[in-house]
């Protein structure tokens, strides 16, 4: 297996444009999580879907961000209108399912925005 | 609010010696703690773990040791080689999902 695949690795994008994130999970694995990580605020969770249905999205940080999972292989995290304090790099990250903490975390996207 | 604390942004230390990684939280009801270890441009990867049953979890050059009454667990990594550069990142469950600490550089110089 490829293991957690994330496109792009790297966005700069310009504020007020709309930015997608996009992530490939393990195949089988049932949990996704989106986390994001930033020098103040460390890995922080955004969002955790089980079997493709959100469970948890109280970390979206506001109302610009919405992620989504249309079915068990491929998962998007949108930022509309982006702003430069979401400058930071985001992961995804699968696991077996729930309670299985031992996650497989993608390489990231580091997003830029100016 | 950061229920999973690393105190310590970096650590350096030479090969061969011993490294600790320091970790402390706040919820009492955590009962299962994880260390991730994390190189640039990658994301973090598992190394080990702990349930609060036990004090202490070995694997090979990594030992995690519990303390629940201090709320303070430690990475050891004995010996330390310049492999082992990265940042290590304590985390506990809560909730659905891991709490991650802000992370501990180490640097193993030659």
């Known amino acids: 297996d490829a293991g957690v695949i994330q496109s792009p690795r790297h966005e700069v994008t310009e504020m007020g444009q709309e930015v997608t994130l996009r992530c490939k999970p393990i195949?089988?694995?049932?949990?996704l999580f989106w986390y994001r990580q930033t020098m103040m605020r460390g890995l922080e969770l955004l969002i955790y879907?089980?079997?493709?249905?959100?469970?948890?999205d109280s970390g979206m940080p506001e109302d610009r961000f919405s992620a989504k999972m249309p079915n068990a292989s491929f998962s998007t995290l949108k930022i509309q209108p982006s702003e430069p304090r979401d400058s930071a790099v985001y992961f995804c990250a699968s696991s077996p399912g729930t309670g299985d903490y031992g996650y497989t975390f993608g390489s990231g996207t580091r997003l830029t925005v100016v | 609010d950061q229920q999973v604390k690393q105190n310590s942004p970096s650590l350096s230390v030479q090969e061969g010696r011993i490294s600790i990684l320091n970790c402390d939280y706040t919820?009492?009801?955590?009962?299962?703690f994880l260390w991730y270890k994390k190189y640039p441009a990658e994301g973090p990867t598992f190394l080990i773990s702990?349930?609060?049953?036990?004090d202490k979890n070995e694997d090979g050059r990594f030992t995690v040791f519990l303390n629940k009454s201090a709320k303070h667990l430690s990475l050891h990594i004995v010996p330390s080689q310049p492999g082992d550069s990265a940042v290590y990142f304590c985390?506990?469950?809560?909730?659905?999902?891991?709490?991650f600490g802000k992370g501990t550089s180490l640097l193993v110089t030659p």
């Open positions: 195949s089988g694995h049932n949990s």
């Open positions: 919820n009492s009801m955590f009962d299962y």
């Open positions: 879907f089980n079997n493709n249905v959100p469970i948890d």
């Open positions: 985390a506990a469950p809560a909730g659905y999902a891991l709490n």
């Open positions: 702990i349930s609060s049953i036990k």
